[in-house]
């Protein structure tokens, strides 16, 4: 690894793409008529529907000056649509990023301990963008960022069981054969994981490389999941998150996924 690295710079990352003819369609109708104002700023990128929720109760975003109070409120258009006091800019088309989370940040806008964020590490220059999903403080790899809401919700749901790839570095002694019995699913202290796909790829001594794969992506799963195997996982990485991979990336750099390639992705979820 250079001591000096070049300036990060925003490049598109290479896709695997289906045999699929090329459409002309450029990419998922939009809904019509009135919606709810937490899905259009969702799909605006202002924060998830959770997020805006929150948001109105603390009173941030108004309509013309007056503050909204529920995030039931239907609206046909963001005009006159204000967080903050700032003017909120229409949603633009859906964009999907590549980001290398380094080890040592967290997957949030902020932190009351005074912790660096994901966003302390993204080059200047992008789109206002939210994380799908997270990444715990030490677990680095691939992030997907998005600028648009609908996406992240689409990409987070369980039911559409997106796969997502780990390498996993652990001291302490497992077997293939007690990594196999993860695809059944296993209970944890009353939380229940779903399959897993876990093969020992290399040892040395205590010291092992394990690659994974699930499709739910809990809170910490993959650290839980070890532990309970009674392995110390030392290192964590998340190599691809469906189609999309980390490789070529360096630790805080981002790529950008084509807009043909995430418009036959978002096809095949459906």
């Not at 009135?34 to 990128?45: M, N, T």
């Not at 039931?72 to 005009?79: I, P, S």
């Not at 944890?188 to 499709?215: P, V």
Request: hydrophobic share 35%; aromatic share 4%; with cysteine.
């Amino acid at each position: 690894m250079k001591n000096n690295p070049p300036p990060q710079r925003t490049k598109r990352a290479p896709v695997p793409r289906p045999n699929k003819p090329r459409g002309p369609r450029p990419g998922p109708a939009r809904e019509e008529g009135p919606q709810r104002i937490a899905k259009l700023l969702a799909r605006a990128g202002v924060a998830s529907r959770r997020d805006v929720e929150r948001m109105i109760a603390e009173g941030r975003i108004a309509l013309h000056g007056d503050k909204l109070t529920t995030p039931a409120t239907l609206l046909d258009n963001l005009n006159g649509v204000t967080v903050d006091g700032q003017p909120v800019k229409p949603a633009g088309a859906a964009r999907l990023f590549l980001f290398y989370k380094p080890a040592g940040c967290l997957t949030a806008a902020r932190d009351p301990k005074g912790r660096p964020t994901i966003y302390d590490k993204i080059p200047p220059g992008l789109p206002r963008l939210m994380p799908v999903g997270r990444l715990d403080y030490m677990t680095e790899g691939l992030l997907l960022l998005t600028n648009d809401g609908e996406l992240k919700r689409q990409l987070e749901l369980p039911k559409t069981g997106v796969v997502r790839r780990y390498r996993a570095r652990a001291f302490g002694d497992v077997t293939q054969d007690q990594l196999e019995a993860l695809a059944e699913g296993v209970t944890i202290d009353g939380m229940r994981y779903g399959s897993i796909d876990a093969n020992l790829e290399r040892r040395t001594g205590r010291n092992c490389w394990i690659e994974l794969s699930l499709t739910e992506g809990k809170n910490r799963e993959v650290r839980n999941v070890l532990a309970h195997l009674g392995l110390q996982v030392s290192r964590l990485i998340r190599t691809s998150y469906g189609p999309f991979t980390v490789e070529g990336l360096a630790p805080g750099h981002v790529g950008e996924v084509q807009r043909e390639d995430l418009f036959r992705f978002r096809q095949s979820l459906k």
